[in-house]
């Protein structure tokens, strides 16, 4: 079966920089997302990691290891609106072109001032 | 474009009842899909369309839950008769291809 496990809770101060952790566990692994989704609003794309490395997207970067199963998402300069779960999910290959995504239950991240 | 767009945004129904959620995808995004969020289970995905036709119905919890996808444009999930786990947020999404997914603002569902 699929499974995707990331820390259920963090906190970090605002300035501060906060690693969030995601590992997977999957078959037909096709590329690595993370998504933000305040409290009450849908999911929102953050970014994509389909091969190993890390992609930067101005404050946010994604780190992605296919050998080990892991990634991680790197919040810098935390702001308080960067309170917010954050959903690590595996985009999975499932036959005749078709792909999905399978999601983690989400860290729930607090920024403090 | 206004993005996914779900009706309503709230349900209270009461058990045994029939309930209808509706989704409008973005235009010319050709994956539609339903998910179902849960403070237990998290984001979980129900069924996918491609080009309307239904490729994975295995999250589809039970015989109570059907979704259909009439045109390009709308698709319902729809719950009957509905009972008071099924109390969830629905979303919808809908992509192009391989690019991210874009979701809905959901459907808070609460069945008493």
């Known amino acids: 079966g699929q499974n995707i496990d990331q820390p259920t809770e963090m906190t970090a101060t605002e300035g501060a920089i906060v690693q969030i952790n995601c590992t997977y566990q999957?078959?037909?692994?096709?590329?690595l997302f993370w998504y933000q989704q305040h409290a009450g609003e849908a999911p929102t794309f953050l970014s994509y990691?389909?091969?190993?490395g890390l992609e930067e997207k101005g404050r946010f970067s994604s780190f992605l290891s296919r050998s080990k199963g892991y990634s991680y998402l790197l919040l810098k300069e935390l702001q308080m609106k960067d309170s917010a779960s954050y959903l690590c999910?595996?985009?999975?290959?499932?036959?005749?072109?078709?792909?999905?995504?399978?999601f983690g239950k989400g860290t729930k991240l607090s920024v403090i001032p | 474009d206004a993005g996914v767009i779900q009706s309503p945004r709230h349900e209270v129904t009461e058990m045994g009842q029939e309930v209808t959620l509706r989704c409008k995808p973005i235009?010319?995004?050709?994956?539609l899909f339903w998910y179902r969020q849960t403070m237990m289970r998290g984001l979980e995905l129900l069924i996918y369309?491609?080009?309307?036709?239904?490729?994975?119905d295995s999250g589809m919890p039970e015989d109570r839950f059907s979704a259909k996808m009439p045109n390009a444009s709308f698709s319902t999930l729809k719950i009957q008769p509905s009972e008071p786990r099924d109390s969830a947020v629905y979303f919808c999404?809908?992509?192009?291809?391989?690019?991210?997914?874009?979701f809905g603002s959901g459907t808070r569902l609460t069945v008493v």
């Open positions: 999404a809908s992509r192009s291809g391989t690019v991210a997914s874009t």
């Open positions: 999957t078959s037909g692994f096709n590329g």
């Open positions: 990691n389909v091969l190993d």
């Open positions: 999910a595996v985009r999975l290959y499932s036959g005749a072109g078709s792909y999905q995504l399978t």
């Open positions: 235009s010319g995004h050709d994956y």
């Open positions: 369309f491609n080009n309307n036709v239904p490729i994975d």
